[in-house]
T-cell receptor, first 109, second 113 residues
Framework: GESVGLHLPTLSVQEGDNSIINCAYS??????FIWYKQESGKGPQFIID?????DKRQGQRVTVLLNKTVKHLSLQIAATQPGDSAVYFC????????FGKGTRLHILP | DAGVIQSPRHEVTEMGQEVTLRCKPI?????LFWYRQTMMRGLELLIY????????DSGMPEDRFSAKMPNASFSTLKIQPSEPRDSAVYFC???????????FGQGTRLTVV
């Protein structure tokens, strides 16, 4: 069956450093992947998406990498800031959007 | 647009009572999703609609849960009777189409005592 999972539940990063959050998926037929950010007390917020015909996509300070061979997805955040503290979810989204468990990003001063 | 609007923001109810959660999706979006979030189980998809029609309700926990979408601008999630294990944050989200980003509401925090 399809599933989306995360390697690490918590990631601590020094302010100003780059953050890398990883995600593994099992459904090789998935066409669409999304990263969401959830701050305390709020709903998930879209960060960036990527389709299966791409292996890299860049946004403002964020990059998503897709490796279909090993079914791996990563989110890179450049120059991490205190405002990046949140839980980050990867999700598979074809007809319906299925979320992974989430990784908490903690920014060290 | 005001985004996805959910009501109430908080609900405390006694076990056995009926609970109705409400959602107004973003105008023009034709897919609507209901999720439940708990510490133990994370974000679980309960049901989703496309053009007001329920497409997949396989995530609905049991018959005590039901969802409706009578028109493109309104959906409800009902729990009857409610139980303490239903305590969670319930999110509604909408998207303009499949394979498109979903926009989430602020959620309803439900506590069943």
């Amino acid at each position: 069956g399809e599933s989306v999972g995360l390697h690490l539940p918590t990631l601590s990063v020094q302010e100003g450093d780059n953050s890398i959050i990883n995600c593994a998926y099992s459904n090789s037929a998935s066409d669409y992947f999304i990263w969401y950010k959830q701050e305390s007390g709020k709903g998930p917020q879209f960060i960036i998406d990527i389709r299966s015909n791409m292996d890299k996509r860049q946004g403002q300070r964020v990059t998503v990498l897709l490796n279909k061979t090993v079914k791996h997805l990563s989110l890179q955040i450049a120059a991490t800031q205190p405002g990046d503290s949140a839980v980050y979810f990867c999700a598979e989204g074809d007809d319906k959007i299925i979320f992974g468990k989430g990784t908490r990003l903690h920014i060290l001063p | 647009d005001a985004g996805v609007i959910q009501s109430p923001r908080h609900e405390v109810t006694e076990m056995g009572q009926e609970v109705t959660l409400r959602c107004k999706p973003i105008s023009g979006h034709n897919s609507l999703f209901w999720y439940r979030q708990t510490m133990m189980r994370g974000l679980e998809l309960l049901i989703y609609f496309n053009n007001n029609v329920p497409i997949d309700d396989s995530g609905m926990p049991e018959d005590r849960f039901s969802a409706k979408m009578p028109n493109a601008s309104f959906s409800t999630l009902k729990i009857q009777p409610s139980e303490p294990r239903d305590s969670a944050v319930y999110f509604c989200a909408s998207s303009r189409d499949r394979e498109a980003e979903a926009f989430f509401g602020q959620g309803t925090r439900l506590t069943v005592v």
